[in-house]
DNA sequence: GAGCACTGC
């Protein structure tokens, strides 16, 4: 029965028409903003209306693939996982009678290689579309090249207001709902002039805010830590002069920051409360209690330079669609605010949408992922944004001399074992070849390890420690054995907390490699039996020098900088590595990525190219 | 002598 509670919702009073629409059709659209309901109410009313179909919900990020499917469940009055359950790496909660399945994108594709007729599921929701990543933009084409085969097949694309012509037109569909959502109205603002310095503004904007407006928590967005720390700092400061009585708590929330650290953002404060954070707060966190929102207009983003071969990590503007989509966090419990700390000149200029991540990231695990799935020919896959000719080539080309593809790139045995690897295909590779070689722990120490982010978690200023901390668990100038070094022992201590403690060391970081490797050994003990072990440091770089074979790099005196083989692009050792200073001749490296200079991070010194 | 936003298998 339909409980009162799920009547209210916006989506109720599109029920039948809905249900009608997709027995006429096998493509649906429905646009709706956050809050309208469709997420957690379609697949129950598909459900109701007929209790054989099986259906999956993609969703990009594994909690709300969770929470999703724990608020269905609730809503149903069943136990979490047996008619409603999810599926997401490290934790499958769905059983023989699971009928809604809400799993990650990522996990629905690895489905694709495994059945690349999905004959799992009846009718297939991919939710949040217009976040276009990379992982549901191969899933519409997927999909789309599926309906031709079966017919029975269903497909909705869920999404927010935008682009919905554009997703219309590329899946041939014109059964389009639109969902109207109650939430509250945001005024937003603009400064009337052009400002020099974001920092700054973002003080002052707040500090006004806080005295002269009434209650409610505020939410700023910055670009990262730095500037995070800065207005922190500034904040603080400038409360202490003016001695007020009315107090304002500064609160970060950034995903470097050890999970504890980040819980306070959440906290319910005494006085005024101001949370200062990235884009995390954008899509994957909402804050309670938050009435004004302060946006600085800009945005780091991670992009792929196809000439140059490398990542930049830069700043850039908005879009209007994150500008709005900013501004609706203000709007979540009563009326908002919105401050934009740029003009209404410089807001008509922003583009309309970010560029979606399949035109902007390298390919190389996708393109295998899409050889795996019994793709021909990818180049000409019909995909809603089609990526770089010219890269995608490369991408085939790198995949041939790793041996995953043949010469007429179709994928060898080898190839197929990579791909069943939730890693990047160099490391997918040299985890099979260190196998092969009986150096498997080392091995999975070091991809495990080099696989989680933020290590270390430093206090600002704090960390000429770094150094220091990375010499106590040294190995034969190399990061991957350093790092494999730093896992190994953390696994052999006792008393874990103290060991991470002592060590600037990330606990929740190590605890997540260990599953990572706790995982990869699965996996591989379908690919291959052998496990032998031999400590043999020079095996290990050797095979790992050959899986690299496109990260080579060697010192060039006259220009104090590494020269990459491949491209001649000058470039310097990251000052987290143990080869920070010194200058080896020869190095390997994981990754080079362009932010205040371009740094290779990951190193490994090997005796020759 | 600098420090990387976010997400996923």
């Given at each position: 029965m339909l409980n009162e509670f799920r009547m209210q919702l916006p989506i109720f009073q599109f029920r039948d028409k809905i249900i009608k629409s997709i027995r006429e059709n096998q493509v649906i659209i429905i646009a709706g903003e956050t809050g309208c309901g469709k997420t957690t109410q379609i697949p129950q009313y598909i459900y109701e209306n007929d209790s054989n179909l099986r259906i999956a919900v993609t969703q990009p990020r594994r909690v709300a693939a969770m929470t999703l499917a724990e608020r269905c469940s609730l809503e149903k009055q069943t136990k979490l996982g047996q008619l409603i359950g999810y599926n997401v790496r490290f934790d499958d909660c769905t059983s023989k009678d699971t009928q809604i399945t809400f799993l990650t994108d990522g996990m629905l594709i690895r489905e694709f290689i495994v059945d690349q007729q999905l004959k799992r599921y009846d009718i297939i929701i991919i939710d949040e579309a217009h976040e276009r990543t990379v992982q549901s933009d191969l899933l519409l084409g997927l999909l789309k090249n599926l309906c031709r085969k079966r017919k029975q097949l269903k497909v909705?694309?869920?999404?927010?207001?935008?682009?919905?012509?554009?997703f219309a037109n590329y899946l041939e569909t014109e059964a389009i709902h639109i969902i109207e959502a109650r939430t509250h109205t945001v005024d937003v603002y603009n400064v009337p002039i052009r400002q020099q310095d974001y920092v700054e503004s973002m003080v002052n904007t707040i500090l006004q805010l806080h005295f002269t407006q009434p209650e409610g928590d505020i939410l700023a967005f910055l670009t990262g830590q730095e500037d995070i720390e800065d207005v922190r700092e500034i904040l603080l400061e400038r409360m202490k002069i003016s001695n007020q009585e009315k107090q304002l708590e500064v609160k970060m929330l950034y995903s470097a920051l050890p999970p504890e650290v980040q819980m306070e953002a959440f906290q319910k404060c005494v006085h005024r409360k101001v949370v200062l954070a990235t884009n995390i707060a954008e899509t994957s966190i909402t804050i309670d209690g938050i009435v004004y929102v302060v946006d600085c207009g800009y945005v780091k983003i991670r992009s792929f330079q196809i000439g140059k071969a490398i990542d930049t990590l830069l700043l850039a503007p908005v879009s209007k669609a994150q500008a709005e989509q900013r501004a609706g966090r203000a709007g979540r419990q009563r009326q908002g605010q919105c401050y934009r700390l740029y003009t209404q000149q410089t807001y008509e200029r922003l583009a309309k949408y970010m560029l979606p991540e399949i035109l902007r990231v390298n390919l190389l695990s996708v393109i295998l992922?899409?050889?795996?799935?019994?793709?021909?020919?990818?180049?000409?896959?019909?995909l809603i944004d089609r990526p770089d000719m010219e890269l995608m080539l490369a991408n085939l080309n790198q995949l041939v001399k790793m041996k995953a593809l043949d010469s007429e790139f179709n994928l060898t045995q080898h190839g197929k074992n990579m791909s069943s690897l939730p890693l990047e295909p160099q490391f997918s590779h040299f985890l099979i070849k260190a196998y092969e070689c009986g150096i498997y722990d080392l091995a999975l120490n070091s991809i495990s390890i080099l696989q989680v982010e933020n290590l270390f978690y430093f206090q600002r200023g704090s960390k000429e420690n770094l150094q220091k901390i990375l010499s106590k668990f040294k190995i034969s100038n190399s990061d991957h054995l350093t790092k494999a070094n730093i896992l190994r022992k953390?696994?052999?201590?006792?008393?874990?907390?103290?060991?991470c403690k002592e060590n600037s060391l990330n606990h929740k970081t190590l605890q997540k490699a260990i599953s990572v490797k706790q995982q990869l050994k699965d996996y591989m003990k379908r690919i291959t039996q052998k496990e032998f072990e031999k400590e043999d440091y020079d095996k290990f770089k050797q095979v790992l020098s050959e899986s690299l074979m496109f990260k080579h790099a060697f010192y060039s005196p006259q220009d104090q900088a590494y020269k990459l083989k491949q491209t001649n692009q000058l470039a310097y050792i990251h000052p987290e590595?143990?080869?920070f200073n010194q200058k080896p001749k020869y190095v390997i490296y994981n990754e080079v990525i362009l932010t205040k200079k371009v740094y290779l991070r990951d190193v490994t010194e090997i005796d020759e190219l």
């Open positions: 909705i694309l869920m999404s927010a207001t935008m682009q919905i012509e554009k992922q899409m050889k795996a799935i019994g793709i021909q020919n990818v180049l000409t896959f019909d953390y696994e052999e201590t006792q008393n874990k907390k103290s060991f590595s143990v080869l």
